[in-house]
């Protein structure tokens, strides 16, 4: 895919989009579970009050990629409407104050796929059997071999890279820490997604999963949303998605009713290439292979996770 460079005259329409982002009050997302976090003078991505996510453009290729894609996915009329709303709204690129306090650098600005949740409980998880691809330099293919190899990237095709749930029995975020979750194996991806729909996510207890049949099953549950990917995944051959995420985001504030809001986007593009009229079939077949653990899950027995597997 042919990189934007920020500072070449010809991309115009790109830099006409860098505009300084003043007298907002940005701050550090409160529900992010994976990826660069702005905390301890890193650099790292920002929220506003008004549902838009600043995301820094890394200085190296990866951050042009990413715009590129964005700027490449708003334009391109072969994508279904329907698929577009799995990724979020991109508002182009603006200048905002750096979370480490560099000064004023190029940030993309999204959509805040949580603004307007109150108790959200979030996953981040990484599909694919491999999160290298072809032509990278042997440094980064290194990197991405010892990683996929130590989680369940290469075992199962996805991996879970974060989450935050509310415990409703204690009334209290529950997240277990970034080391732990990386070194899952296959029950402790299991688990995890029991969890994730669980009341009391935080117990040693067995998962009680009271919240599947809402979250993960019905008409606009996550289940039906993966499924719908799915169909569009299976004869795509716009993009090549590597490295890309599912973020799973539902409420666990009622607010007076009982809608979960079930929500799945795909996000994370540093990585996308040109499909080249072929299809994706790393991320097709980690999807396929996520979409079988929900379908378990929802499978089980009274959608309870008896004896914990």
């Excluded at 860098?18 to 529900?31: G, I, T």
């Excluded at 996953?123 to 990278?136: A, E, H, L, N």
């Excluded at 099953?217 to 998605?241: D, M, V």
Aim: with cysteine; proline share 4%.
């Amino acid at each position: 895919m042919k990189l934007y460079n920020i500072n070449d005259p010809i991309c115009y329409s790109f830099r006409l989009l860098c505009v300084l982002v003043a007298e907002k009050m940005l701050k550090v997302p409160e529900h992010q579970v994976a990826g660069h976090i702005a905390k301890d003078g890193k650099l790292g991505p920002l929220v506003d009050d008004r549902g838009r996510f600043y995301k820094p453009l890394q200085g190296d290729a990866r951050g042009e990629n990413e715009a590129k894609f964005y700027e490449s996915f708003s334009s391109n009329k072969n994508v279904p409407d329907h698929i577009r709303g799995y990724f979020p709204v991109y508002h182009g690129v603006q200048l905002a104050e750096a979370s480490d306090g560099s000064g004023k650098l190029p940030h993309m600005v999204l959509e805040d796929v949580v603004s307007g949740y109150v108790k959200p409980s979030v996953m981040d998880v990484k599909i694919g059997s491999r999160t290298w691809y072809p032509d990278v330099s042997e440094e980064y293919f290194n990197k991405c071999i010892k990683k996929d190899s130590a989680t369940t990237t290469v075992s199962l095709g996805f991996r879970v890279s974060g989450l935050k749930i509310f415990d409703c029995q204690e009334s209290r975020f529950w997240r277990p820490d970034k080391r732990v979750v990386l070194a899952y194996k296959v029950d402790g991806a299991r688990m995890a997604l029991r969890k994730f729909v669980s009341s009391n996510p935080s117990a040693d207890s067995v998962p009680d999963c009271a919240y599947a049949s809402e979250v993960y099953g019905g008409s606009n549950g996550i289940l039906a949303k993966l499924l719908e990917l799915k169909a569009w995944f299976e004869t795509q051959t716009l993009y090549h998605f590597n490295s890309c995420s599912i973020l799973m985001v539902y409420e666990n504030d009622s607010g007076g009713d009982d809608e979960r809001r079930a929500q799945v986007k795909l996000v994370d593009f540093a990585h996308v290439l040109d499909g080249n009229g072929v299809i994706d079939h790393n991320f097709f077949g980690g999807l396929c292979s996520f979409i079988k653990f929900i379908q378990d899950i929802l499978e089980s027995s009274d959608n309870r996770c008896e004896n914990g597997h």
